[in-house]
């Protein structure tokens, strides 16, 4: 099976930047899709953006640029970096692996990591 681990959130400053990664085991990151999600209290869990296969990479629309995934083949890990860090960011980020259909519908991945809580003080 496939496990996932993020790792990297915490309590951090708007306008800072944050780095959060995905450690895999049982599958390598750059054989599929690897999706970041996050949801909020009380809201529907939400597309980030997703890092395919081939290495480029698809983000939500409403990511104004501040967001952006990378990927270290050698680690086997996916990163998601985070720039100017505004309190609406605050949620639990989760990493995934794609399975099939759209890339912004969280049932078409099939394993998830447990996710790490980011969480933007004012």
């Known amino acids: 099976q496939v496990q996932l681990v993020e790792s990297g959130g915490g309590l951090v400053q708007a306008g800072a930047s944050l780095t959060l990664s995905c450690a895999a085991s049982?599958?390598?990151?750059?054989?599929?899709?690897m999706g970041w999600f996050r949801q909020a209290p009380g809201k529907d869990r939400e597309f980030v953006g997703i890092?395919?296969?081939?290495?480029?990479?698809v983000y939500a629309d409403s990511n104004e640029g501040r967001f952006r995934i990378s990927r270290d083949n050698a680690e086997n890990t996916v990163n998601l970096q985070i720039d100017r860090l505004k309190p609406e960011d605050t949620a639990v980020y989760y990493c995934?692996?794609?399975?099939?259909?759209?890339?912004?519908?969280?049932?078409?991945?099939?394993?998830w990591g447990q996710g790490t809580q980011v969480t933007v003080s004012t």
């Open positions: 995934a692996t794609h399975s099939l259909g759209l890339y912004d519908v969280p049932g078409n991945y099939d394993y």
């Open positions: 049982g599958r390598a990151v750059n054989d599929l899709g």
């Open positions: 890092i395919v296969s081939g290495g480029w990479t």
